[in-house]
């Protein structure tokens, strides 16, 4: 069983940044793929971001692409995601997903808001 612990989360201005952090609680961290993922209110649950497991290769949604940055620490078992030029629209509860084959764990989330 893998335990996602999401932190880092707030209200920020609009153009602010934030930085997410999700902690798995799991011997073999770096066997994982790490993803992002995101849900507004009344919307369904989008991807974001995503992170091979030995950080070689990572991917972005179009509508974060060049304001966001998904990274990981396999020593801490811990991937980040860096959010720069926050916009409205980006308001949602962000999730982590680890994946490794046919096994996927989510985490409870973390709010991000930006609103002035």
């Known amino acids: 069983q893998v335990q996602l612990v999401e932190s880092g989360g707030g209200l920020v201005q609009p153009g602010g940044s934030l930085r997410l952090s999700c902690a798995a609680s799991?011997?073999?961290?770096?066997?994982?793929?790490m993803n992002w993922y995101r849900q507004a209110p009344g919307k369904e649950r989008e991807f974001v971001a995503a992170?091979?497991?030995?950080?070689?290769?990572?991917n972005y949604a179009d509508s974060v692409k060049g304001r966001f940055t998904i990274s990981r620490d396999n020593g801490k078992n811990t991937v980040y995601l860096q959010m720069h030029s926050l916009k409205p629209e980006d308001t949602a509860m962000y999730y982590c997903?680890?994946?490794?084959?046919?096994?996927?764990?989510w985490g409870q989330g973390t709010q991000v808001t930006v609103s002035s």
């Open positions: 997903k680890a994946k490794n084959g046919p096994w996927t764990y």
């Open positions: 799991v011997f073999t961290f770096s066997n994982y793929a």
């Open positions: 992170i091979s497991n030995t950080g070689g290769v990572t």
